[in-house]
Nanobody
Framework: QVQLVESGGGLVQAGVSLRLSCAAS????????VGWFRQAPGKEREFVAA????????SYADSVKGRFTISRDNAKNTVYLQMASLKPEDTAVYYC???????????????WGRGTQVTVSS
């Protein structure tokens, strides 16, 4: 019903910026949220940020608040995660998710992308 494709990951140095993209296609919802999660090796997948499609209201995890910004481009059906002041602790596979309700719990989200790797070196 909904397909999500992440892009923009790569290898960067600490302190620089990187922008991830999540391109969405297929059927959308009356109430539509897109979120970002990340998972480092050996750790559980954790919530990063989410945005409400219509109004643009956003929510962030405390660990990224003030550094990361989530936004969307309606014409391109794309959600972005602008990451600034990157730290080695941000290294993870970043996943895009979508659902018709909001939650910071990964099990509440229905649709997922395959993920994009972000590696931050010192």
């Amino acid at each position: 019903q909904v397909q999500l494709v992440e892009s923009g990951g790569g290898l960067v140095q600490a302190g620089v910026s990187l922008r991830l993209s999540c391109a969405a296609s297929g059927r959308t919802f009356s109430s539509f949220f897109v979120g970002w999660f990340r998972q480092a090796p050996g750790k559980e997948r954790e919530f990063v940020a989410a945005i409400f499609w219509d109004g643009g209201a956003a929510s962030y995890a405390d660990s990224v608040k003030g550094r990361f910004t989530i936004s969307r481009d309606n014409a391109k059906n794309t959600v972005y995660l602008q990451m600034a002041s990157l730290k080695p602790e941000d290294t993870a596979v970043y996943y895009c998710a979508a659902d018709n309700t909001f939650s910071n719990r990964k099990d509440r989200w229905t649709y997922w992308g395959r993920g994009t790797q972000v590696t931050v070196s010192s």
